[in-house]
């Protein structure tokens, strides 16, 4: 992330950089929604001399404590989820500034079977074609509205305070995104009419956003682990501040953020579906999770209602672009690039307009834009393939100029990198594990196995710390690793195509390589073999695969 300034032991202000914790190689940190692990509560006592550890059972606190207490936590909560690293500069970017609202739809009449479709349509006649596909009619789209008319509409049904909301979405469109926007404006509300004496302590609302993995690292229940969380993430936080949260969250004034249920191991899912269910059957905190769509199930949190993020409308991605190069001026040289240029662009070529209904995929359309002389790729695979090798190539911290052969050799070895961690199921990874595979798998000769490590975790941002101190990797983004897999596995079947045939056929079963599969079919010059292998269009397609296969040729 980016750095926030210093501050100290008084100020309200926590740098995420500055959650100092432990030495012990149980250590747990958060960088964004990513976590370290920290083992169990008998650690605690390891953690930072920055706790309070006067009392080894703290008596209650005063209002003015609890006070104190709740406005330093919203405000290390607020600070936490203010800035986003954007692409095209290292400098930090304010997520309000950026954002723009996203919609929902209420009705969910199709479980997806296919990720990246009608997002990335060509026309919006294709659009009602892929909504027929699907078994969407027009009076659907009554049903979509803007996220906090969802919110509302949830809440009404509920008939309660509290309430439940399952996000869904392809990769790429903001379920995480959304989250850290909802943590950062709840924290900063509620702060303010704290301050502002509207609501006391005793009515005031906690977010509190975790990664839903972080929740099957520890066998205790979810009553107990949340409060060890918050401590690991905030050591700022006193520890008398654990018996007010212990107490919102038994009587229901947490807000629980819930992000990433795909990111949690399929052998965990139905364990932790049971652990969170008991928790909301004894206290009645509001939660809001995300999941990819491709591998849920459907009904993870009992009574909760699922809705679905659609892509940007035109007005939408006409804003964002608008925002991004408002947000960008400083770092623009060429007096030619400009955000009408850009939206120009999209309109006189539908198949990129497509590819911008997605945040992602938007966002690195953008930054590609910035750079004088490229040509926008039509299609998903290329966005991918062109941001990496311009990472690697031009937007180098130091900028070094890189021949063709360095850039293939550097791809070779981080196609190498994702598949041996995609296929260990692993999104972080230990310095030590990098490490041994960049040793393991380095094709550049007369450089080092730590100049290598350095160039690809300092230089070039696509592997990245979770946080200063922290010896965790892992890459920018979940759809880079996917993508530099399905790279790894068509370069397999361009050796040998049986070999690397039988080695895609292995994933067929498995939904998280659906979108590597996606990727794959979509980079492969002739997808024929892949295609017609057995199995193939049944479990990535569903039953009317011969129908929305040809949809395939839009990655």
Not at 19 to 34: A, C, F, I, L
Not at 61 to 68: G, I, M, T
Not at 164 to 176: E, F, R
Request: proline letters at 4%.
């Amino acid at each position: 992330m980016m750095p926030t300034p210093d501050n100290t032991d008084s100020d309200l202000e926590v740098s995420p950089q500055e959650r100092t914790v432990s030495n012990s190689p149980n250590s747990e940190v958060q960088h964004g929604k990513y976590i370290t692990n920290i083992g169990h509560v008998e650690n605690l006592h390891h953690i930072g001399d920055k706790i309070d550890h006067k009392h080894a059972n703290p008596v209650p606190l005063s209002s003015e404590e609890q006070k104190e207490a709740v406005l330093q936590f919203l405000q290390a909560m607020e600070e936490n989820f203010k800035y986003i690293k954007l692409f095209h500069t290292p400098q930090q970017i304010v997520l309000k500034k950026q954002y723009i609202p996203i919609q929902v739809t209420l009705e969910r009449r199709y479980k997806h079977e296919v990720e990246t479709t009608w997002s990335y349509a060509e026309s919006e006649a294709e659009i009602k074609r892929i909504y027929a596909l699907k078994g969407f009619q027009e009076e659907s789209k009554e049903t979509i509205v803007t996220w906090e008319d969802a919110k509302k509409e949830v809440k009404k049904e509920a008939k309660q305070e509290n309430y439940k909301i399952m996000i869904l979405a392809d990769p790429g469109m903001g379920k995480s995104t959304l989250l850290k926007m909802e943590a950062g404006a709840i924290s900063q509300s509620e702060k303010q009419k704290l301050l502002e004496n509207q609501i006391n302590v005793e009515g005031l609302i906690l977010p509190i956003f975790l990664r839903l993995s972080d929740l099957v690292k520890d066998s205790a229940e979810v009553i107990d682990i949340i409060p060890q969380i918050v401590q690991r993430e905030y050591p700022r936080i006193t520890e008398k501040f654990q018996q007010l949260l212990q107490e919102k969250l038994k009587t229901g004034k947490c807000l629980l953020l819930l992000d990433a249920l795909d990111e949690v191991p399929k052998e965990h899912r139905l364990d932790l579906k049971d652990k969170l269910n008991r928790f909301t059957r004894n206290y009645p905190c509001s939660i809001i999770s995300t999941s990819r769509i491709v591998g849920y199930g459907g009904n993870f949190i009992e009574d909760a209602k699922e809705v679905e993020i659609v892509p940007f409308s035109q007005k939408q991605t006409k804003e964002y672009i608008e925002t991004w190069f408002v947000n960008a001026a400083g770092y623009i040289n060429d007096d030619l690039v400009s955000a009408k240029g850009l939206i120009e662009e999209l309109h006189h070529k539908p198949q990129i307009s497509g590819l911008a209904q997605n945040p992602l995929l938007l966002s690195l359309l953008c930054s590609l834009y910035q750079e004088k002389g490229l040509k926008l790729p039509a299609r998903r695979v290329q966005v991918y393939e062109k941001t990496v090798n311009y990472m690697l190539s031009q937007w180098s911290q130091h900028r070094k100029s890189l021949s063709e052969g360095e850039i293939e050799a550097k791809r070779h070895l981080l196609e190498e990198l994702t598949y041996h961690f995609s296929s260990s199921d692993k999104e972080i990874f230990s310095g030590s594990e990098l490490f041994e595979q960049i040793k393991k798998y380095k094709e550049e000769e007369g450089k080092s196995s730590n100049t290598l490590m350095t160039e690809l975790t300092e230089e070039y941002g696509i592997l990245q710390k979770l946080n200063r101190e922290s010896n965790e990797y892992l890459f920018l983004h979940r759809t880079f690793q996917e993508y530099l897999t399905a790279c790894y596995l068509n370069r397999a079947i361009k050796k040998n195509q049986k070999d690397g045939i039988a080695l895609a056929k292995k994933l067929f079963w498995q939904y998280d390589w659906h979108e590597t599969l996606t990727l794959l079919a979509g980079l492969m010059e002739d997808a024929q073999p892949l295609l017609t292998a057995p199995n193939f269009y049944l479990q990535n397609f569903g039953k009317q695969s011969r129908r929305k296969i040809p949809l395939l040729w839009h990655c």
